[in-house]
T-cell receptor
């Protein structure tokens, strides 16, 4: 079956540090991959997506590349800010439009 | 741009009471979903709907019922609330079947406590 595994948190970084949050997936067929972000007290917001192998999704300085050979979709940002503190969810969608979410990774950025 | 709207935002119930959570979307989406979010467990799908008049069970459906009488609304009901149902509930919607590249759009959540 389909599933998503993402690195456990919490992650604490200093401002301007490099961020990587690992995400791997198991899926049949050709899923689409997503990263969502959840700020305190809010719902999940789409951060970026990639719909086929080797696609790179990017938004607000965050990037993730759909790697079919390693079944991965790691989230990266070159220089994090305090405002990036949030919980990040990796997710996949199959052709039936069912979504499978990871358990979330909490990020805290300290000044 | 309202998107997905959930009401109420907060609620405290006593064990055994019933209530209905309302989700409304204005994006003409076919699919709608109810999730619960608990610490350390991510999002778990309760029920979902692939169109007006249809509903289906998700991963954790026990103790909940749903209805989709209108395309824009998806109701989640708790007939007899239990403390184990204390959680944050999220509604989401997405475009129609076969378009796996379409994201889900989420509401801001309903924080429910059962005493």
């Amino acid at each position: 079956g389909n599933s998503v595994t993402q690195m456990e948190g919490p992650v604490t970084l200093s401002e301007e540090a490099f961020l990587t949050i690992n995400c791997t997936y198991t899926a049949t067929g050709y899923p689409s991959l997503f990263w969502y972000v959840q700020y305190p007290g809010e719902g999940l917001q789409l951060l970026l997506k990639a719909t086929k192998a080797d696609d790179k999704g990017s938004n607000k300085g965050f990037e993730a590349t759909y790697r079919k050979e390693t079944t991965s979709f790691h989230l990266e940002k070159g220089s994090v800010q305090v405002s990036d503190s949030a919980v990040y969810f990796c997710a996949l969608s199959d052709t039936g439009n069912q979504f499978y979410f990871g358990t979330g990774t909490s990020l805290t950025v300290i000044p | 741009n309202a998107g997905v709207t959930q009401t109420p935002k907060f609620r405290v119930l006593k064990t055994g009471q019933s209530m209905t959570l309302l989700c409304a979307q204005d994006m003409n989406h076919e699919y709608m979903y109810w999730y619960r979010q608990d610490p350390g467990m991510g999002l778990r799908l309760i029920h979902y709907s692939v169109g007006e008049g249809t509903t289906a069970k998700g991963e954790v459906p026990d103790g909940y019922n749903v209805s989709r009488l209108k395309k824009q609304n998806f109701l989640l009901g708790l007939e007899s609330a239990a403390p184990s149902q204390t959680s944050v509930y999220f509604c989401a919607s997405s475009y129609s079947r076969g378009y796996s590249n379409q994201p889900q759009h989420f509401g801001d959540g309903t924080r429910l406590s059962i005493l």
